[in-house]
């Protein structure tokens, strides 16, 4: 069973610049996406943990897909440099094992007390009209 599922891609977004591309190497945790996938989840399974540049800009993803990547990015790929993989190297599975080392650069932090106010706002609206309510009447 697969815990966690990193592919690692060149960000191609029309909110990036062509000339910062090259920087920008990202790490994608596609793990809750794989079921959503509409090319479906094999095609992602055999990129996982490698470089999918090449795979996804050959299928020539739609626009939506491209900005879809920017939610699944987690982090940059050390270094920032990904070795160009020739695509019959990729179906070559064996010349296809190449180890890359990757870095996380967001962490749950913020969410973390996002969720705690978005529980705490609307209980404390609610005891406010509550409260307001008692003492009208
Ligand atoms: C996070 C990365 C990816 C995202 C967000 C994504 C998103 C999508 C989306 C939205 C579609 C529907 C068609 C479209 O809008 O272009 C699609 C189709 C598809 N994708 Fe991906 N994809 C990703 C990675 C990949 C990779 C790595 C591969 C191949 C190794 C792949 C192969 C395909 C195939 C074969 C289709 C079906 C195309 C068709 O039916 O014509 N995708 N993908």
Redesign the pocket.
Known sequence: MVSKLL?V?RLSSDSIKKSDRQAMEGV?D?TK?LEE????EE??L??AGKD?TK??DV????K??QN??LK?QVGVLQGATVQEVDLKDVVDKESNTKEMSAFVIKEGARSKSLAFYEFFVPLLVAGLYFGYRCLTY
């Open positions: 592919m891609g994608l596609v996406f996938h509409p090319g479906g095609v992602i055999e990129v999918a795979e996804f299928i020539g993803h739609s939506a897909a879809m990547v699944y």
